[in-house]
């Protein structure tokens, strides 16, 4: 399909105004790095939203969903394709008893924040979690003892086939920062938590603690995508680091946070390829010292 029927197409959907080309994804990321995607759109509703990602694949052309852009590298040369912005158009949430309804692009602090004014217990873990409903279930995100797979009543998503269909919780495939979703693809249009009645006080205390843990103990000062290796069984990532000798070890402006050492950090001044590279010499020396594979849990993408 040529340039011109294929952002025909895009507008046609999304409304001409939602459709953006070369937006630089330093703009977009929490590392506030990344070059110029070929398209960046922001579909408005759920059904714009699924009509895109059945043109995008019948158009077989690469797109990557991306939420509020706290779990990604995107490469200092950008991304060739079409970046899908969910969290202006698809953010509603509805609460129904002990049972919360959010689409896809929903800020998870902002339903966790909805659930404690509720008086709504199970999510306070994912309070300080930067991302989108959608991605945490994707990646079956996680802190402090939590994880979306203990909430999720079930899941709505798109199948290979254009599908719309429902998932319980225990089809889901959730295992350590991934899902079923993830593993196949599959984008996420909303997700149905079920969390239980508590004590509302009590709620916003402990969220308030996990927001005083998380500034004590991580480098929220810094642009950064939180965690950025997957925890080795049997092992914590940040203390290899650290045993390696890697606390503070910069490459161009990224960082290994000496506050949190299993967190990559930009100085200010960092490139993709700076974080690449660090996260690369990080794994190469928890490798050679330990014998132990460290896997990034940011996921990278675009032209380096």
């Known amino acids: ?73 995107v490469g200092d040369k950008g991304y060739r394709g079409t970046v899908i912005d969910t969290s202006p158009g698809l953010s509603r949430v509805g609460i129904d008893g002990e049972i919360i309804e959010a689409e896809a692009g929903a800020g998870l602090s902002v339903v966790a ?45 798109m199948d290979q086939n254009g599908k719309v269909t429902t998932l319980r919780s225990d089809e889901m495939g959730f295992a350590y920062r991934t899902s079923i979703a993830q593993k196949k693809a599959l984008p996420v249009i909303s997700v149905k938590i079920r969390l239980h009645r508590g004590d509302k006080d009590n709620i916003t205390e402990k969220i308030k603690d996990l927001g005083r843990q998380r500034a004590e103990k991580q480098p929220l000062e810094y642009p950064s995508a939180g965690s950025t290796f997957k925890r080795p069984e049997g092992y914590f990532a940040g203390k290899l680091i650290s045993d390696a000798g890697l606390s503070g070890h910069t490459l ?33 020396t928890v490798r050679a010292k330990f014998g132990v594979e460290l896997i990034p849990e940011v996921r990278i993408i675009g032209e380096f």
């Open 1 to 73: 399909m040529d340039a011109a029927l294929f952002e025909s197409g895009l507008s046609n959907i999304c409304g001409r105004e939602n459709v953006r080309k070369a937006v630089p994804m330093s703009e977009h990321t929490t590392f506030r790095t990344g070059g110029p995607a070929d398209y960046f759109v922001s579909p408005g509703d759920r059904e714009s939203y699924i009509k895109l990602i059945s043109f995008l694949r019948q158009s077989d052309s690469p797109f990557f969903i991306l939420g509020r852009g706290s779990n990604i590298l």
């Open 113 to 157: 924040g909805m659930a404690a004014e509720e008086a709504l217990s199970g999510m306070e873990f994912a309070s300080g979690i930067p991302g989108t409903i959608g991605g945490a279930v994707f990646m079956n995100a996680g802190a402090y003892g939590g994880e979306m797979s203990q909430i999720v009543a079930s899941v709505e998503l």
């Open 252 to 284: 161009g402006g990224a960082c290994v946070s000496p506050k949190h050492n299993g967190f990559i950090i930009n100085m200010g001044n960092a490139s993709s390829a700076d974080i690449l590279g660090l996260i690369k010499e990080v794994q190469e």
